[in-house]
C-alpha cells in the first residue's frame, strides 16, 4: 500500500461543517458564572480607586474582585509565566491576571465581574468606575529607545535585554572593510492583530469533593497550559485535566498563558462553581497578543561580482507591555536566518528588546522567521541593483551548495541546515511564472508610457522547524523541550488507535496521522482513530506550533508504527513457527519467504495478543508500543516565491494579480493539506505586506482595533495561486519530512513588497513601508516627482 503521498480529504471536516465538532463556546454547563473583564481604557497609569458598587447591584452579578482583592486572596501563587528568559539578566516585570496599582496598556484587566449571562457580565464591567491617573505612555519603539518616558514607572529603563550572536567579530568587521558594494537598509515589522475564525474562549468545571478541575480552552498547547497553570496557581498538577476542544484556527495566538486562562481556573476553584468567558472580537485587540512589531536594521557586504562577504544585522523589538511565554524569544527565532539561503563568510545579529505600554507581542505565524527572510530579501533585491544584475541573479550567485544538492551544511550563523537544492527550485519558480515574458510585458508598459506599471518580486526563503532538539532548546534557555509522544495500539477488532501529543487547531492531524499509520501497517485510513487534545487522554506531548507536528510529532508516530510491526513479527513468527528474520511484512499481512501460503494477517497477530493464549515466552499481551522521539536536528523548508503586482500610478493602488510558489518541504503526506496550508500561509504575508497594520496613536490607543478599520484580506483580494513543489527529503528524521504550516508566510510578503517597489522603480523608489496601502504608494510616487519632497 502506498497511502502517503497521495490527496485525501480531511476525515475531521464532516463533524466541524456539520455543527457536531464543538467549540469552547458551545459547551454549556449548569450553574456556569461569566466573567465579565474591567479593562484600562489608559495605555499607562495610576489606579487611585475602583468603585464597584453599581456593578455588584446590577441583576443577575455574583461578586466583583478587583486587582487587588484577587491578589489578596492569594489566587496564584507566581505571576504569568515567562519560559524564555533569553539572558541572564533580561528584565521581566512581574505580569498577574489583573493589575492593582498600574496599568501598562490598554485592554488590561483591572476587575473581573461573575454574573449569570454574558452580556449580564458585560454590561456590569461597565458599570465599575475606576479612578486612573494618567502617566506617560511609551507607545512605540521609538519612544523605548528614547527613554524620556519609561513602561513601567518602577524601572530604570525600557530596555529589557541585549542579545548577540557574533560568530567571528574580526572577520565581519574585515568582510566590510575590504567589500566593493555595501547596502544598508532599515525595514519595519508593523505589529500584527491575530485573526483566528475563532475568538479564544475558557471554561473552567471544578469537581469541589474530588479537587480535580477540568479546564476547556481554545488553546493550541493544552499540556503546556497544565504545567503551567499548575505552576502559576499551585493548583495540584495531577489534579488538572486540560482540554483543547475543536479550535478554529490559532497561528501562534492561542499558544499562551493567558489571564483568563488563570482567572478561570481559580475562581472556578474558589467558587467550587463553572467559570467561563469568551472573548469579543472588540476584545481580541487587546487581550490576545500581537504578532511582529521590530525595527530591522541590516547591511551587506558584497565583491565586484556581488558574492556576499558579510551581513551584519541589528534588530530593535518590541515587547509590549510584558514578557509573554515566549515573547522575548521570538525575535531571536530568525536570529539564525537573516543570511537566508546564501554563503555569507561572515555574520553578525544583534537584539534589543525594549518594554511599549502597548499589547504585549509574542508569535505570530513564523515567528521570527517572515522578519528575517524580509530583511534579507529585500536587501538582496538592494544589493542586485547596487550591481546591476537581477534580482534572480544575484541569487543565483549566491546560494548555498552554489545552488545544487546537499545535506547537512553548517552555515555562516552556526546552523546545520538539514538539506537543500535552491537552484532548481528557483529554476522551476521562474518557468512557472513565465519569468522572461513578464519582463518583457513590463519593458512594453514603460516604453508606452502607461500608468499602470508591472511589478515582478522574488523571494527564495528558507526556514526553521520541527523546534527541537530539546539539547539545543536548553542552549538557548527556552524552557521546554523538543520532544512528541506518541501511542499507537491494535484494538481487539483489528482497528488501530493513536494517541498523539500533538494538537490540532485546523491542520488536519487526524487525517494524516491516519494515513502514516496506513501506509505502515497495511490498513485502511479510516481504520484508524486519533486521539489528541485532551490531556487525560494524552497525558504526554508538547503541542502545536513552530511547524513541529509532522516533522516531531508525526515522525513518532511512524516509529511507534515500526515498533508495533517488530513486536507483531516476533507473535506471528512463533504462532507461523518460523524464525523472524524469515519473516517478510507487506501490505498488513507476514509471510514466510519461500512460503507463500504461510501468512498472517497483523490483525489476526493483534487479536492473539489479546487473548495471550499463545504468545512467545516473556511477551506482554496486547499489542501496542509508545515512543518519545527527540530529533537531532531541526528541519529547514525552502522555496522560490514569484508575486507579480500592477500598480496603478494615479491612484496608488496595488493589485497582486499572479501568485507562484514552488515550495520544497521534503517527502509529503497529503499533498491536499500541504497546498492549503501554502494558501494560506501565502494570504497571511500578503496581507501583512499590502493591507494589515496594527495603528497606535502617541497615547497608546490602537486606532484600528475592529475588523472595520483592520484589513484582512477576502478571497476577491487574492489571485488564483499556482503552487508547485520540489523534493529534497530531510535528513533530520526517518521519513525525510518538513514542516509546511508556516512557509507561505515566511516567503510572500517580501515577495510581494519586492513586486511592488519593482514596479515603482522607474520612480527611484527602493523601499516602501508595510502595508502598502494606495495612500503610502501615491505618497511615494508624489515625493519621487518633488525631488524627494513629501
Known sequence: ???????????????????????????????????????????????????????????????????????????????LPCAWPVTPDMVNPPHYPAATDEVHHVGEIVAVVLADSRYGAADAAELVDVDYEPLPAVASIEAARDGSATAHSDLESNKAYHWPLIPDPDALEAAFANATHTVKAEFVQQRLIPSAMEPRGVLAIPSPAGGDLTLYSATQVPHILKVMIAAT?????????????????????????????????????????????????????????????????????????GKLLGCRVHLDADMGAYMMLITPGVPLLGSFLYTGVYAVPAFGFTCDGYFTNLTPTDAYRGAGRPEASYAIERAMDLLAGEVGVGPDEIRRRNYLGGGEHFENLETPATLVFDSGNYGP???????????????????????????????????????????????????????????????V?????????????????????????????????????????????????????????????????????????????????????????????????????FTVKGSPDKTMPIQSVAFGAFTAHDLPDDMEPNLQEQVTFDPPNFAFPFGTHVAVVEVDEETGRVDLIDYIAIDDCGNQVNPLIVEGQVHGGIVQGVAQALWEGAAYDEDGNCKNPSFLDYLVPSPTEVPSMKLGF???????????????GEAGTIGSAAAVINAVCDALSPHGIKDLPMPATPAVVWKAIQSSKNGGQS
Open 1 to 79: 500500500m502506498t497511502v502517503m503521498g497521495t490527496p485525501r480529504l480531511r476525515k475531521e471536516d464532516p463533524k466541524l461543517l456539520t455543527g457536531e465538532g464543538k467549540y469552547v463556546d458551545d459547551l454549556q454547563v449548569p450553574g456556569q458564572l461569566w466573567m465579565g473583564m474591567v479593562r484600562s481604557p489608559m495605555a499607562h497609569a495610576r489606579i487611585n480607586g475602583i468603585d464597584t458598587s453599581a456593578a455588584e447591584a446590577a441583576d443577575g452579578v455574583h461578586a466583583v474582585y478587583t486587582g487587588a482583592q484577587l491578589n489578596d486572596m492569594g489566587l496564584w501563587a507566581a505571576p
Open 233 to 305: 496557581t499551585g493548583l495540584p498538577e495531577g489534579k488538572l485535566r486540560i482540554v483543547a476542544p475543536a479550535v478554529g484556527g490559532g497561528f501562534g495566538a492561542k499558544l499562551n498563558i493567558n489571564p483568563d486562562e488563570i482567572l478561570a481556573a481559580t475562581l472556578a476553584n474558589k467558587l467550587s462553581r463553572p467559570v467561563r468567558w469568551t472573548e469579543s472580537r472588540s476584545e481580541a485587540a487587546f487581550s490576545t497578543h500581537q504578532g511582529r512589531g521590530q525595527i530591522q536594521t541590516i547591511e551587506l557586504a558584497a565583491d565586484a561580482d
Open 425 to 487: 527550485n528557483l529554476d522551476a519558480a521562474l518557468e512557472m511564472a513565465g519569468y522572461a515574458d513578464l519582463r518583457a510585458e513590463q519593458q512594453a508598459r514603460r516604453d508606452a508610457g502607461s500608468s499602470t506599471q508591472l511589478g515582478i518580486g522574488l523571494c527564495t526563503y528558507v526556514e526553521i522547524c520541527g523546534l527541537a532538539p530539546s539539547r539545543a532548546l536548553g542552549g538557548l534557555n527556552y524552557g521546554a523541550g523538543g520532544w512528541e509522544h506518541a501511542v
Open 489 to 589: 495500539r491494535f484494538l481487539p477488532t483489528g482497528k488501530v488507535e493513536v494517541v498523539s501529543g500533538s494538537t490540532p487547531h485546523g491542520q488536519g492531524h487526524e487525517t494524516s496521522w491516519s494515513m502514516i499509520v496506513a501506509d505502515k501497517l497495511g490498513v485502511d485510513p479510516d481504520d484508524v482513530t486519533v486521539l489528541h487534545s485532551d490531556t487525560a487522554i494524552s497525558p504526554l506531548g508538547l503541542d502545536t506550533y513552530g511547524s513541529r507536528s509532522l516533522a516531531v510529532g508525526g515522525v513518532a508516530i511512524a516509529m511507534a508504527c515500526d515498533k508495533v510491526i517488530d513486536k507483531a513479527k516476533e507473535i506471528a513468527a512463533h504462532q507461523l513457527e518460523a524464525n523472524p528474520d524469515d519473516l517478510e511484512f507487506d501490505a498488513g499481512s
Open 726 to 740: 520540489t523534493t529534497t527529503p530531510s535528513t533530520s528524521n526517518p521519513l525525510g519530512v518538513k514542516g509546511v
